[in-house]
Every structure is written in C-alpha cells, then in structure tokens.
C-alpha cells in the first residue's frame, strides 16, 4: 500500500529490511539543467577572455562524484591568435533544504588543455582556471525537488539525507527528521 503512493510521488522503494523511500533523478535531467546557465563568459581585462561552452557531465559512481568536461575558446592580448580546448572539473552534491536544490559542492578544478598554447599563456589560465571554474560550477543547482516530490516523504517525518551517483543518475535517499 506504502510502495504505489511513493511510486506515485517520484519515489522508488528499497526492498529491505529498513526500507526506505528514495528520490531518482536521471542523468539527462542533471545535463538539461546545468546546460541552463551556459554559456558563459569570463575574463581578465586586457588580456584574455574566455567563452565557455555547456559542460558534458560524466557520473563518477565510485566517487560518488560528478565530472563536468567544457569547451572553452580563448582568445585576447596574452595570446598570440584565438585557441579552443577544454577544461575539467568534478565535484560532490549536497542537498540544500533552503530551496529544494541538489547542488554542486567541493569543486576540484583537474585541468585545462588548449592545443597551441605557449608556456607562459599556459602558466596564466592555468592560475585563473580553478576561479573560472568556481565560478562556472560552484553551488550551481543540478535539480530542484518540488513540494509535490517531499509531500509523502515530509507526511511521514522525513527529509533527505544521502546523494549517491550511479550509472544512471542520482539516487536520494531519506531519513527521518530529528524530534
């Protein structure tokens, strides 16, 4: 009776002794939302500036991380002509209860590749990348549960709790909120 209304509500049920109601979100939904705040641009004035495309997100299940390779162009003063490469990051998730909001968190900026790049351009978006990518990625919001998706979990004294990746997407699992 408990498993068709949480099927109903978004939520799958684990078939275990403790079971618990959980919350999927797919990996097309976490790409067709990151893709909303892209592109973007940044730069540093008067010497280079950089376009970056939506990024393609890769699930990292036995991290329980998510990585993110973008394109980028560049092109400005410090370069000798436009370059285009790419850049990668991953990250962890957190669950922001303020808004509903799975978002990402403890961004680690891994690398820049621009095919052409002299040494010294090279040293310089290598500093800037980690900032650029902050600020690309940090805290932004991958899913947005709505209160139709809490409602039965909230009725029965639960919040989530846990994000773990898998090969498909995100798995959110509930516990039960403090007395």
């Known amino acids: ?7 109903a509500a978004g939520c799958t049920v684990a078939l275990a002794a403790q079971a618990q109601p959980r919350y999927t979100v797919s990996a097309e939904q976490l790409q067709q939302a990151v893709a909303q705040r892209f592109p973007m641009r940044f730069g540093v004035p008067g010497l280079v ?3 970056i495309q939506p990024p393609q997100l890769r699930l990292l299940r036995q991290q329980n991380r998510v990585s993110a390779q973008m394109t980028v162009a560049a092109a400005g003063p410090a370069l000798e002509h436009s370059l285009r490469g790419w850049f990668d990051v991953d990250f962890a998730l957190r669950y922001e209860p303020a808004d509903r909001t799975i978002r990402a968190h403890r961004l680690q900026f891994r690398n820049l590749q621009l095919p052409g790049l002299t040494p010294q351009a090279s040293d310089l978006l290598n500093a800037y990348g980690p900032a650029v990518a902050a600020q690309a990625l940090q805290e932004v919001v991958l899913h947005q549960l709505r209160p139709q998706d809490l409602a039965l979990a909230d009725s029965l004294g639960m919040r989530p709790d846990s994000i773990t990746v898998t090969d498909q997407g995100l798995v959110i699992g509930f516990v039960f909120k403090p007395l």
């Open 1 to 7: 009776m408990l498993a068709p209304a949480l099927a």
């Open 49 to 51: 500036d950089l376009d």
